[in-house]
T-cell receptor, first 112, second 116 residues
C-alpha cells in the first residue's frame, strides 16, 4: 500500500510569516510530486509540481523535494489570510501508472 | 481553454438507489480520473480512464463503475448506494502524451452526494 503522510494540523501562522508544510511518502520509486490547495467546500486546485530533487520556486511558493529522505515540503512566504486552506500533497508511484495518491491534507490558518 | 465541468453539483439519494455522475474533461486532455473525498480526508482514487478503457482502479467495490466516451467525457456510476458513499466526488482530467508522465490533474468542482 503506497502511503502519503501529512500532519492534519491545524498549522497556525501569523500574517507575513513563512508557513512550512511537510509530506512524507512510502514508495521510494515515486516520480512526481504535487501540492494542491483546497478551500473549504471547494475542489483542489494545483499550486505546484516537482519532479527532481531540490527546490522549485513560483512566486511566494517553494516546493522542496528530497528523494533520499522521501519527503516533499511546501514553503509559503509572506503568508496571507487568503492562504488559509487545506494543502494536499499528492505523489505518483513507481511502476508506470500515473495515478497520484493523496495525503489527507494539512489545514493552514493564517491569522492577521 | 475550457476547464473540467461536473454535474450535478449536489445530489441526494436514498440507500439502495443508483446514481450517475458526469464529467467533461478540460480541452486538450484525454485522461479522466475519479476520486472520492469524505469529510476531513484526502481524495481517494476510484479509477482512471484513458482511450475509453479503465487504466487503473483503487480499492472500491464493483458497484462503482465508469465509462469514458470518444470526446473524453466520463461517467461514474454507483449502484446499491450505501450511507458511507456520502462524499464529494471529484473528477480530474490530464493529458497522457505517451511520454511516460501525464500532465498534472486538474479537478472539476465536484459533486456532493448525500445518501440518506
Amino acid at each position: 500500500q503506497k502511503e502519503v503522510e501529512q500532519n492534519s494540523g491545524p498549522l497556525s501562522v501569523p500574517e507575513g510569516a513563512i508557513a512550512s508544510l511537510n509530506c512524507t511518502y512510502s514508495d521510494r520509486g515515486s516520480q512526481s510530486f504535487f501540492w494542491y490547495r483546497q478551500y473549504s467546500g471547494k475542489s483542489p486546485e494545483l499550486i505546484m509540481f516537482i519532479y527532481s530533487n531540490g527546490d522549485k520556486e513560483d512566486g511566494r511558493f517553494t516546493a522542496q523535494l528530497n528523494k533520499a529522505s522521501q519527503y516533499v515540503s511546501l514553503l509559503i512566504r509572506d503568508s496571507q489570510p487568503s492562504d488559509s486552506a487545506t494543502y494536499l500533497c499528492a505523489v505518483t508511484a513507481s511502476g508506470g501508472s500515473y495515478i497520484p495518491t493523496f495525503g489527507r491534507g494539512t489545514s493552514l490558518i493564517v491569522h492577521p | 481553454e475550457t476547464g473540467v465541468t461536473q454535474s450535478p453539483t449536489h445530489l441526494i439519494k436514498t440507500r439502495g438507489q443508483q446514481v450517475t455522475l458526469r464529467c467533461s474533461s478540460q480541452s486538450g486532455h484525454n485522461t479522466v480520473s475519479w476520486y472520492q473525498q469524505a469529510l476531513g480526508q484526502g481524495p481517494q482514487f476510484i479509477f482512471q480512464y484513458y482511450r475509453e478503457e479503465e487504466n487503473g482502479r483503487g480499492n472500491f467495490p464493483p458497484r462503482f463503475s465508469g465509462l469514458q466516451f470518444p470526446n473524453y467525457s466520463s461517467e461514474l456510476n454507483v449502484n446499491a448506494l450505501e450511507l458511507d458513499d456520502s462524499a464529494l466526488y471529484l473528477c480530474a482530467s490530464s493529458l497522457n502524451a505517451g511520454t511516460g508522465r501525464n500532465s498534472p490533474l486538474h479537478f472539476g468542482n465536484g459533486t456532493r452526494l448525500t445518501v440518506t
